[in-house]
């Protein structure tokens, strides 16, 4: 294979430009309250001086939505320029608020217009239908002229966890319903003539994750639209396996040459993602030849991998993303990883989580956690550490570790358990799909979880 990257169209997002010729762009989102000011730009100031180049808060209510002029005021009145971004959920108008102060605001077809996910089939006639997407129009088509006025960017980010009970109905569980939740919304902006769009489609799963983004960047060429991407692993976890499950993920398209701009999501202090997200950026001509060169090997089921790196970090993030796409692609269910600077059992353990990372070979306990953001309203990082010292030695239990309902249950539908924040010191337990045990006091969640996972394997 030879490397030769994706050529998009360029979106303007304040003073950077994302897609064409550009560099890969690096960003991060903050976990603080966006009522939070001081919170805000002090977080703020930790992503950008990493080397961050764009800063997203989530917006739950128009009162956030204003408050990012605030934040935006301070960071600039303190020298840093970088654009800021609301990411907006379930509440259309808060969109439009956002786009007066904000550089880029994020939208998520899944809830944008159609109520939240809850898994209910619904039945609709062509007519029904159509009515339902004419609803999208009426509320994207006036954020659109807001977002013209403004010169504010958007971005179009679908996540698996949050697709609608609409989608979900016509098209299943699939790429092909991932993806024309994003076309939907694309088609509008196409015909209004909005072209500052950034566009992402996010999975807990690489394989989803990758294979959707495929077939999304094929259909928008079918339509002649060539927008920038960000490509992103949602619920990656923390630690090693965070970064290896991003890399597999992330890298398998970036060495395919797709990829505009990245965010490593790991559920870790937001300025922890940059330098991962750097690596990757750095590294992918690289391990785009590796990549070939590793194909070239594959013998019995099997790619030898052989990289001599003498930090243990990134010689984790270019095995994983060399051999991504192929494991994703399952030319190959089999690694061995060859250094001269670490010992077999280490490396045998780093090919063991490369393989869970690509969904094929379970050998440890799989965490769906998420980066957290203002919508978590517990501590995140201590709860998924209390979690994994109780739970890590059931091999091949998958538990979802949530900081809200936003993808929660969606991404955790594949999960054995499910722990999601349900509002302030409150937590929802869930079996799969199914709420069992709702706003437990924060204090007796992981016992609670503990409890219920014992139960079912005593």
Not at 45 to 53: L, N, S, V, W
Not at 89 to 107: L, S
């Amino acid at each position: 294979m030879i490397y030769q990257r994706r050529i998009s169209s360029v979106t303007r997002v304040g003073n950077i430009l994302i897609g064409g010729q550009n560099p890969i762009r690096i960003q991060s989102m903050g976990t603080v309250d966006t009522n939070n000011t001081e919170g805000c730009v002090a977080q703020a100031k930790r992503i950008i001086d990493a080397g961050g180049e764009l800063v997203r808060f989530t917006t739950q209510g128009t009162r956030e939505a204003e408050n990012m002029k605030c934040i935006s005021d301070r960071l600039k009145a303190d020298g840093y320029m970088t654009p800021l971004v609301a990411d907006v959920h379930f509440t259309a108008h808060v969109a439009d608020v956002a786009a007066q102060y904000c550089e880029k605001v994020r939208i998520n077809p899944g809830n944008y217009v159609d109520p939240g996910r809850v898994f209910k089939h619904l039945e609709y006639t062509e007519e029904e239908y159509t009515e339902e997407l004419k609803k999208i129009e009426a509320k994207l088509i006036p954020f659109l002229n807001i977002c013209k006025e403004h010169h504010t960017a958007i971005r179009i980010g679908v996540n698996h966890g949050s697709l609608s009970d609409r989608i979900m109905s016509r098209y299943g569980d699939t790429p092909a319903g991932i993806v024309e939740s994003c076309m939907e919304f694309l088609r509008i902006c196409k015909r209004e003539h909005f072209n500052d769009i950034v566009i992402s489609i996010k999975a807990s799963n690489t394989v989803v994750m990758v294979t959707t983004v495929r077939l999304l960047v094929e259909t928008m060429d079918k339509e002649d639209m060539h927008y920038p991407l960000h490509l992103g692993v949602t619920e990656a976890g923390e630690g090693e396996d965070g970064r290896i499950k991003s890399a597999v993920g992330i890298g398998a398209l970036l060495t395919e040459g797709i990829g505009d701009t990245i965010r490593v999501s790991l559920s870790e202090e937001p300025e922890c993602e940059i330098p991962v997200a750097r690596q990757l950026v750095d590294a992918v001509e690289e391990c785009a030849r590796r990549r070939a060169e590793a194909e070239a090997s594959i013998h019995d089921d099997t790619i030898t991998l052989t990289i001599d790196e003498p930090d243990w970090e990134t010689l984790q993030l270019k095995a994983a993303m060399t051999v991504g796409a192929l494991l994703i692609d399952r030319k190959a269910t089999k690694l061995i990883i060859h250094s001269s600077a670490f010992n077999d059992s280490r490396l045998t353990s780093l090919a063991d989580a490369i393989l869970q990372a690509a969904r094929i070979k379970f050998t440890k306990t799989e965490y769906i956690s998420c980066p957290g953001c203002g919508r978590t309203l517990y501590n995140l990082q201590e709860t998924i550490a209390r979690i994994k010292a109780a739970t890590g030695h059931l091999v091949g239990l998958k538990i979802g570790i949530m900081g809200c309902i936003v993808n929660g249950p969606g991404e955790m539908a594949d999960a054995d358990y499910g722990y999601v924040g349900a509002g302030r010191g409150k937590i929802s337990l869930y079996k799969q799909k199914v709420c069992v045990q709702k706003n437990i006091p924060e204090e007796e969640a992981v016992e609670k979880l503990l409890e219920l996972i014992n139960q079912d394997l005593s």
